[in-house]
């Protein structure tokens, strides 16, 4: 199995609501990750999680908050996001090794939608 | 820090034609890795052909293969006997060897790719 798989596909949410976007996989990967890509640009990397400990907080609004609750599962917590916090959220996998032959796997992202 | 290079923002192929994608990127490092990825309209990203910095010889995955210029610092794409699936946004992609227990990518600005029937 070398899926990555996230729900939901598509969110729409009010400024002052809670959300939370969810990502799994079960390729035994100690690592994940979250990116933010907008429309027509590359993946912006948002969090590292390595074996369940976060690694890497690319000086990400509060407003954003992750969690890592098993080796397999990935949470993005949404609250009180801006209209500009619209885009498709990817989530990503990959071996703790970074050797050649270690490459992330993608899941096919939450699009959300800030009202 | 590395940074990725793609100056090509949009690209058209003819079905059955060959096509290049330009990747530059800028490294102190002398061990790495570099990727093309793919992600069609709508669809997850996946990974089209690797190559190791230490390797002289091109990579190659079917219809794919790279020009890799370690000494220009450069990493060019060429699709051969292009499809209507080939059609899609392309990332060039940097990384480092080791990141002490995950990997750290740097990504290009990407390149639109139009197939036309």
């Known amino acids: 199995d070398t899926e990555v798989t996230q729900t939901p596909k598509h969110l729409v949410m009010g400024m002052t609501n809670k959300k939370s976007l969810k990502c799994e996989q079960h390729m035994g990967h100690r690592a994940m990750y979250w990116y933010k890509q907008k429309a027509k640009k590359p993946p912006e990397l948002m969090f590292v999680?390595?074996?369940?400990?976060?690694?890497i907080n690319e000086s990400v609004p509060s407003r954003f908050s992750p969690e890592c609750p098993n080796s397999s599962l990935l949470n993005l917590h949404l609250h009180a996001l801006q209209p500009e916090d619209s885009a498709l959220y990817l989530c990503?996998?990959?071996?703790?090794?970074?050797?050649?032959?270690?490459?992330?796997?993608f899941g096919p992202g939450t699009r959300l939608t800030v009202l | 820090a590395q940074t990725v290079t793609q100056s090509q923002p949009e690209m058209s192929v003819q079905e059955a034609e060959t096509v290049t994608l330009s990747c530059t990127y800028d490294?102190?490092?002398?061990?790495?890795?570099l990727f093309w990825y793919k992600q069609p309209p709508s669809r997850q990203m996946i990974l089209v052909i690797r190559q190791e910095a230490y390797k002289q010889q091109n990579a190659t995955e079917n219809r794919f293969s790279v020009n890799f210029q370690k000494a220009a610092k450069s990493f060019s794409l060429k699709i051969s006997d292009s499809q209507l699936g080939d059609a899609a946004m392309y990332f060039c992609?940097?990384?480092?060897?080791?990141?002490?227990?995950?990997?750290?990518?740097?990504f290009g600005t990407g390149t639109k790719l139009q197939v036309i029937p």
């Open positions: 999680y390595s074996y369940e400990k976060l690694s």
């Open positions: 490294t102190s490092e002398s061990d790495y890795y």
């Open positions: 990503a996998s990959s071996q703790e090794k970074a050797s050649s032959y270690n490459e992330q796997f």
């Open positions: 992609a940097y990384r480092t060897p080791d990141s002490g227990g995950y990997q750290k990518v740097t």
